[in-house]
């Protein structure tokens, strides 16, 4: 089994479309939550979002695609930025690539003709090759990478909702752990923020319609939190054998060293209220890294800010953890972020390596006062200094997916 190294990380997000400004955000608590932009929400009861909203610079097939689905765009840029600090810039036979996203980005004003709805028109249309698809394809991203960067041995393309980038690079992890590839280049891509999806959480009642709370909408562990608030990015990592990449000489942020995946398939939208596929998560990654609990020293939570989720999180924590849960720093950094849904493990994954290269935790700011059932060691002061060697990623999703990640400082 082979030590796998993290040697490049990029990131686009509301907080941040460089891993320098993302990194410096959370651990200043600059929150990128506001009002939405991309569309007219004034018929919509929730009116916040964690938008990007800093330009990016794409190649001009990906900003075509981009203009029919943002996510696109976000998606490789992010790969772009994990390559070049990787010091790489082709995929080949001995890759691996796998992306997470959701669903697909749609145009209701496609089946709109003549001002009736006509699907056949959409299709036909469509099919002509002379515009984008009704649907844009899961894999348009994966795509496009292919397109630019050369094909690897494997590419996938993982919708499993909110854990979907952290199981690509549990994946990713253990293809390279057992030597079955080379270089593994791993992450997710999404945006939400459009009526269909801001309208679908809205009526799942997931999201919160405090609006003049602004940046402070979304509280995750806080008493008064009252929902979620939509992000959008997306995150890429480069993971390679450590003994390889140390030879060739290229840059070494962090060793992966476990994951555990379960499904609870408890509910559509509900997690289990007895928390115990997170716990199986969590202790599953533990196992695999062959730690015991007591190793980890910093938790990026799942945190949602909704009312359910965060108590379950919190009570299996606390159940995985009995023995050290109340000195383990617990971030939750969707406080500034929103939740970016499929890129969210991505996106989360590399906000723990923050306090491994830079000794400093990503502060969740808008935490003023613990629910009841919330008790952790929450991380709410800017500043907070980190010395540990492990920290644990968490992404639990709707339908019960869960997905947990085990990260190491490198010490040479």
Same mark, same amino acid.
């Given at each position: 089994?082979?030590?796998?190294?993290?040697?490049?990380?990029?990131?686009?997000?509301?907080?941040?479309?460089?891993?320098?400004?993302?990194?410096?955000?959370?651990?200043?608590?600059?929150?990128?939550?506001?009002?939405?932009?991309?569309?007219?929400?004034?018929?919509?009861?929730?009116?916040?979002?964690?938008?990007?909203?800093?330009?990016?610079?794409?190649?001009?097939?990906?900003?075509?695609?981009?203009?029919?689905?943002?996510?696109?765009?976000?998606?490789?840029?992010?790969?772009?930025?994990?390559?070049?600090? %990787?010091? =790489?810039?082709?995929?080949?036979?001995? *890759?691996?690539?796998? &992306? @997470?996203?959701?669903?697909? !980005?749609?145009?209701? $004003?496609?089946?709109?003709?003549?001002?009736?709805?006509?699907?056949?028109?959409?299709?036909?249309?469509?099919?002509?090759?002379?515009?984008?698809?009704?649907?844009?394809?899961?894999?348009?991203?994966?795509?496009?990478?292919?397109?630019?960067?050369?094909?690897?041995?494997?590419?996938?393309?993982?919708?499993?909702?909110?854990?979907?980038?952290?199981?690509?690079?549990?994946?990713?992890?253990?293809?390279?752990?057992?030597?079955?590839?080379?270089?593994?280049?791993?992450?997710?891509?999404?945006?939400?923020?459009?009526?269909?999806?801001?309208?679908?959480?809205?009526?799942?009642?997931?999201?919160?319609?405090?609006?003049?709370?602004?940046?402070? %909408?979304? =509280?995750?562990?806080?008493?008064?939190? *009252?929902?979620?608030? &939509? @992000?959008?990015?997306?995150? !890429?990592?480069?993971? $390679?054998?450590?003994?390889?990449?140390?030879?060739?000489?290229?840059?070494?942020?962090?060793?992966?060293?476990?994951?555990?995946?379960?499904?609870?398939?408890?509910?559509?939208?509900?997690?289990?209220?007895?928390?115990?596929?997170?716990?199986?998560?969590?202790?599953?990654?533990?196992?695999?890294?062959?730690?015991?609990?007591?190793?980890?020293?910093?938790?990026?939570?799942?945190?949602?800010?909704?009312?359910?989720?965060?108590?379950?999180?919190?009570?299996?924590?606390?159940?995985?953890?009995?023995?050290?849960?109340?000195?383990?720093?617990?971030?939750?950094?969707?406080?500034?972020?929103?939740?970016?849904?499929?890129?969210?493990?991505?996106?989360?994954?590399?906000?723990?390596?923050?306090?491994?290269?830079?000794?400093? &935790?990503?502060?969740?700011?808008?935490?003023?006062?613990?629910?009841?059932?919330?008790?952790?060691?929450?991380?709410?002061?800017?500043?907070?200094?980190?010395?540990?060697?492990?920290?644990?990623?968490?992404?639990?999703?709707?339908?019960?997916?869960?997905?947990?990640?085990?990260?190491?400082?490198?010490?040479?």
């Amino acid at each position: 089994m082979k030590r796998v190294a993290v040697t490049g990380f990029g990131v686009i997000s509301p907080i941040g479309v460089r891993r320098e400004d993302f990194w410096q955000s959370l651990a200043e608590g600059a929150s990128g939550i506001g009002k939405i932009t991309r569309f007219d929400c004034s018929t919509f009861e929730v009116r916040l979002a964690g938008e990007v909203r800093q330009p990016m610079e794409l190649p001009e097939e990906v900003a075509r695609w981009a203009k029919a689905d943002v996510k696109l765009g976000f998606g490789y840029a992010a790969v772009r930025e994990a390559l070049q600090q %990787a010091q =790489r810039d082709h995929l080949d036979e001995d *890759s691996l690539l796998h &992306l @997470g996203v959701s669903i697909e !980005a749609f145009d209701p $004003e496609h089946v709109i003709v003549d001002g009736k709805v006509d699907f056949g028109a959409a299709a036909e249309r469509s099919l002509s090759g002379t515009r984008h698809s009704l649907q844009v394809p899961l894999d348009q991203c994966t795509a496009l990478v292919i397109a630019r960067h050369g094909r690897p041995a494997r590419a996938l393309t993982n919708c499993s909702a909110c854990a979907a980038s952290a199981q690509a690079i549990g994946h990713g992890f253990r293809e390279v752990r057992a030597g079955r590839c080379q270089f593994a280049l791993c992450g997710g891509l999404d945006s939400m923020v459009n009526p269909l999806g801001v309208g679908g959480f809205q009526l799942l009642g997931a999201l919160t319609t405090e609006n003049e709370r602004g940046e402070s %909408a979304c =509280r995750p562990f806080d008493a008064s939190r *009252s929902g979620t608030v &939509l @992000g959008e990015g997306a995150a !890429a990592v480069v993971l $390679e054998p450590l003994e390889k990449a140390r030879s060739d000489g290229r840059p070494i942020l962090a060793e992966v060293c476990g994951y555990g995946s379960t499904l609870d398939a408890h509910s559509l939208s509900a997690p289990d209220p007895e928390g115990e596929g997170a716990a199986r998560a969590m202790a599953a990654a533990l196992e695999d890294a062959r730690l015991p609990p007591e190793a980890i020293g910093h938790i990026n939570a799942h945190g949602t800010g909704t009312l359910l989720n965060d108590e379950v999180e919190a009570g299996a924590i606390r159940r995985v953890f009995s023995r050290c849960w109340e000195r383990i720093p617990v971030s939750a950094t969707k406080s500034l972020t929103g939740h970016m849904i499929a890129a969210a493990g991505a996106v989360e994954f590399g906000a723990c390596l923050l306090p491994l290269l830079r000794s400093v &935790l990503p502060v969740n700011p808008f935490l003023y006062r613990v629910g009841r059932g919330c008790e952790l060691a929450h991380v709410t002061s800017r500043g907070m200094r980190f010395d540990g060697e492990y920290a644990l990623s968490n992404s639990f999703g709707f339908g019960g997916q869960n997905a947990s990640l085990v990260l190491r400082k490198y010490s040479g």
